[in-house]
Nanobody, 123 residues
Framework: QVQLVESGGGLVQAGGSLRLSCAPS????????MGWYRQAPGKQRELVAV???????NYADSVKGRFTISRDNAKNTVYLQMNSLKPEDTGVYYC?????????????????WGQGTQVTVSS
């Protein structure tokens, strides 16, 4: 059973930085796209950034120039470096990964989510 484990959230003042990490546990054959989403209180979950297996990236307009997504394919880990944080960046950040895995009987491709990590930016 594959699980995504996130770390790195916390409380920071506006203008500060945080780095989130996410890595899967379980049987991994390969990982396709990996990304970060966030959900603020009372709002829908939104895409923050995504990175393909080849390293192509895409960002929400609200974080361009401040956040950087990267991945270490040898460690199956995705990172989100968040700089110049603003109070509106506050929310629960979720890791997402499109993973090729296998069970005892079959090989399958499935979308997985982490449990979420809280990021709070104070003004």
């Amino acid at each position: 059973q594959v699980q995504l484990v996130e770390s790195g959230g916390g409380l920071v003042q506006a203008g500060g930085s945080l780095r989130l990490s996410c890595a899967p546990s379980g049987t991994i054959i390969s990982i396709n796209a990996m990304g970060w989403y966030r959900q603020a209180p009372g709002k829908q979950r939104e895409l923050v950034a995504v990175i393909t297996s080849g390293g192509s990236t895409n960002y929400a307009d609200s974080v361009k120039g401040r956040f950087t997504i990267s991945r270490d394919n040898a460690k199956n880990t995705v990172y989100l470096q968040m700089n110049s944080l603003k109070p509106e960046d506050t929310g629960v950040y979720y890791c997402n990964a499109d993973i090729n895995t296998r069970t005892l009987l079959i090989q399958l491709r499935k979308d997985y989510w982490g449990q979420g990590t809280q990021v709070t930016v104070s003004s």
